[in-house]
DNA sequence: TGACTAATATGACAATCGTCATATTTCAGG
DNA sequence: CCTGAAATATGACGATTGTCATATTAGTCA
């Protein structure tokens, strides 16, 4: 059996890297967080706090891409990306605004703590490479939603992009705010947008 | 004369943290970076690095907004849009994909540095406040842009929202691919999006 | 039960952080 | 030239960081 511990490092380290990012998330406080023995890192994460990020990145890319898949699947574009932005807008909520998006820290900071600048570089790319792949992930799920419901590859490509990139920024921009008014108003936008985009190939 | 060196710092903080963070941005790494004397920082900023980073927010704002706005009043709504992502797109290419937005990194970011909880909170809510002014402020040249050429008022808050976050979310995520792929593709669709808002009005 | 490995506990290490006290330099105004 | 304030230089402080070595416990299979 996977230890339960690294379970619960990972899934603490996206909690506190979504709300101060990479490098406001010692590992102290994730142990501190999960209430998980501190002697464990080591053990678990061999390769140090650049392991436990790497992962805590993909944990959390799946963590989205999996409802969102099935949201996509029995909802439909619309439906998908009703459940996308309720996802984001419970977490913003249920947090008080502290929560946001752990891959998006990854793509804005920079992971210090390399001893020498060629491994700082590799290691820096090998995180952005991860939430490069969690980004592409998201809108090959929404690409193919939208290849489903008849839309031109490049156009649904394009709007994937739109629909993933304009929610990163809200959501950012929600903490800033400590309100969720900017995402009532980009969901609204991007809905019509997709309703005209959807419903100029159905006639 | 107010010192070079002070504002030599406050650029070069903003360019840090555009590039790894607010808390991969050391007063350390700025004098180093701007070869500025170490021995100043508490002369210049007596309330130390959380005023730096206050004041390179500012800075960060204004250096994008006024562009924006003369944009916007010179070239319309359209117009001001291909310049502000132009503006960004030359950034990122010009830093090899290193540099983003240093605004976005206080959303996302956790300012640690404090002493005790309660001064760590204030100081972060300052910080959010700022960030959150900024955004506020491109915001409204957009909104006041598309006011000019004949939208209702609520729709070009909406709309101003949408290009603010997607293009904030795009440059993040073309940091993670070191492409400006998705900013092209966010580009066409915005200026679908703006020309179609405008044309409605027009008619 | 005995043995062996996984898992956890504990303390220490060097490095770096922001900050500050103190000393020195720079330089304009009398 | 003199003076006083602004600006810079320098070194040190405590705190925190990631990491690791060592020791102890837990658990599983023979």
Request: with cysteine; charged share 25%; hydrophobic share 45%.
């Amino acid at each position: 059996m996977t230890s339960s511990t690294r379970d619960k490092m990972i899934a603490g380290a996206a909690d506190l890297m979504s709300r101060g990012g990479v490098n406001a998330t010692s590992m102290r406080d994730v142990v501190r967080h999960t209430a998980t023995p501190r002697g464990s890192i080591s053990h678990h994460f061999p390769d140090g706090k650049r392991q436990l990020i790497a992962e805590a990145v993909v944990f959390a890319g799946k963590q989205v891409s999996i409802p969102l898949e099935k949201a996509m699947s029995e909802r439909g574009v619309i439906g998908g990306l009703r459940a996308f932005v309720a996802s984001w807008r419970r977490r913003l909520e249920a947090t008080g605004f502290e929560a946001g998006c752990p891959v998006l820290a990854v793509a804005v900071d920079r992971y210090v703590g390399e001893v020498s600048d060629k491994d700082d570089d590799t290691a820096q790319r090998h995180l952005l490479d991860l939430a490069d792949g969690v980004f592409a992930d998201w809108q090959q799920i929404m690409h193919t939603a939208l290849l489903r419901e008849g839309l031109a590859a490049e156009r649904a490509e394009r709007l994937a992009t739109l629909v993933v990139a304009s929610i990163e920024g809200t959501v950012a921009m929600c903490r800033a705010s400590r309100s969720a008014a900017a995402l009532d108003q980009v969901q609204e936008e991007l809905e019509t947008v997709l309703a005209a985009a959807l419903a100029r190939t159905a006639k």
